[in-house]
């Protein structure tokens, strides 16, 4: 374990918040107080745009980092970490400004790519991870640049590190959240580049998990505190995610839940198995990767029911695990690829006058927990295992009920993550090498409980098909 002088300071780039928090560099464990939020709006149009205001992103970022220092807590600093949102781009011009605004993994625009019949999408699966979808940037730069004439391109944790240290770089993290990295040789896929029409000088440069920059002169003024600190580059949020809640190595599944939700494992990218076509696989470091699958309802279905449904309970107080009779098939974000449901597909089965509140969003609860059950089980076959199950994230921390119907429906023990900031956790953990402990509750399946949802789960197979099948129409 490799351990780092003082504390750290972890600036987690979100897609509903950013945030300055202080860890502890011993288990990267957050010290009580010492964070800072700066709520974030992505602005929504009827053309599938979801988009962020880079400069009031930035400026709300450093906002927390002045707020951190009034208060006292930026000393004793022995490193500054990142973890940020993966998927998101910028167009800029010649002279480095922005052209875009931060275009999110939400943005549903870009053009349709037509490659015939001699581009094989299976091969390009297994050497990037990613497939030729809206989501990554061999989709995305081929629009951008029939919309105007970008010199380069950039994501929002890069230009985020150019802020504050003048480097334009990226990760091997950050980079395969792009679908533009080969995995196994950690660096731009000449098919990928192609695809998008560009170069990979036109891209951030790629540096190792053990660089570090430091603060530029007008920062470590600001904060007198941050001179001479060393700042690592960051590392994309799921991965980040899955190492702060304890799950890093192949004998683990985590299962996170903030805005969306992932299920995913960390493991050696050499002689990693042989990748699904349903699955994605990124990068954590220059050493692991991880594979997984994500999911667009998650916690940002929680708020939105409970805001809609004007409950006065985050919770569906009364309401048995697997026990509604309603059936919420959660699309309404759409899926991830491989698939191709779109946004605005939510279904619900089954209501009756004699429903309530509660009971849609237990129903809705259940739904997502049954889609992260179907990743789960691919996860469980891949590496040819029970996998053990950690649950973290701000959605985990915030429901019991919730994390009793991830356990009742994956049929197995789950250990929760006893912190709620686990993106942050996570890419201290990455850049200075621990290996945090989950640290939380242990769940076991109430066997009543498991039943119900068995039972329900046929029902609800059936059920998404159909779903499936009415969004194709």
């Known amino acids: 374990m490799t351990k780092t002088d003082g504390r750290v300071l972890a600036l987690d780039l979100g897609t509903s918040s950013a945030r300055a928090l202080v860890l502890s560099a011993e288990d990267a464990s957050p010290l009580a107080g010492a964070l800072a939020r700066h709520k974030i709006s992505p602005a929504y149009g009827s053309d599938g745009s979801a988009t962020l205001d880079l400069h009031a992103y930035v400026e709300g970022l450093l906002g927390c980092l002045d707020e951190l220092q009034q208060n006292g807590h930026l000393s004793d600093i022995g490193a500054i970490v990142l973890s940020s949102q993966w998927h998101s781009i910028v167009a800029l011009n010649n002279k480095s400004a922005a052209l875009t605004p931060v275009i999110t993994w939400a943005d549903t625009r870009s053009v349709h790519l037509d490659l015939g019949s001699s581009f094989d999408e299976h091969a390009f699966h297994a050497r990037t991870g990613s497939w030729l979808h809206r989501l990554y ?6 629009w951008l640049l029939s919309e105007g004439s970008p010199s380069a391109f950039a994501g929002l944790p ?8 003048g480097e334009r770089v990226t990760s091997v993290s950050i980079a395969s959240g792009t679908g533009t990295l080969d995995l196994a040789g950690g660096s731009y896929d000449d098919e990928a580049l192609e695809i998008a029409g560009v170069k990979a000088d036109q891209l951030p440069p790629i540096v190792p998990t053990g660089w570090t920059a430091t603060l530029s002169a007008e920062y470590e003024r600001r904060w007198p505190g941050l001179v001479d600190v060393p700042v690592h580059p960051p590392t994309g949020d799921g991965a980040a995610s899955n190492v702060g809640s304890g799950g890093y190595d192949e004998s683990t599944a985590a299962v996170t839940v903030g805005t969306s939700a992932a299920v995913r494992v960390v493991h050696p990218i050499d002689d990693a198995p042989e990748l699904p076509w349903e699955l994605w696989r990124y990068r954590v470091d220059d050493q692991r990767a991880v594979t997984g699958m994500a999911f667009s309802a ?3 279905l929680h ?7 004007q409950l006065e309970s985050d919770e569906p107080t009364g309401v048995e695990i697997g026990a509604s009779r309603a059936i919420a098939i959660p699309f309404m974000a759409g899926t991830r690829p491989p698939a191709t449901v779109p946004s605005g597909s939510g279904v619900y089965f089954g209501l009756s006058f004699d429903d309530d509140a509660a009971d849609l969003l237990a129903a809705s609860l259940q739904g997502a927990s049954l889609e992260i059950d179907r990743g789960l089980r691919m996860l469980d076959s891949l590496f040819g295992r029970q996998l053990d199950v950690v649950l973290g994230g701000g959605g985990i921390d915030a429901s019991e009920w919730w994390r009793r119907s991830l356990t009742a429906t994956f049929a197995r023990p789950t250990t929760v993550c006893a912190e709620a900031e686990v993106g942050a956790r996570g890419a201290a953990a990455v850049a200075l090498n621990l290996s945090p402990a989950p640290g939380g509750e242990h769940l076991t399946p109430v066997d009543d409980e498991v039943e119900r949802v068995a039972a329900l789960r046929t029902r609800y197979e059936a059920l998404r098909e159909l779903a499936v099948q009415a969004s194709a129409v």
Do not use: Q, Y
């Open 137 to 142: 940037w061999p989709r995305r730069i081929p």
């Open 158 to 165: 890069d230009l985020v590190l150019e802020r504050l240290t």
């Open 298 to 300: 998650a916690g940002n």
């Open 303 to 309: 708020a939105w029911l409970t805001g809609v449904l």
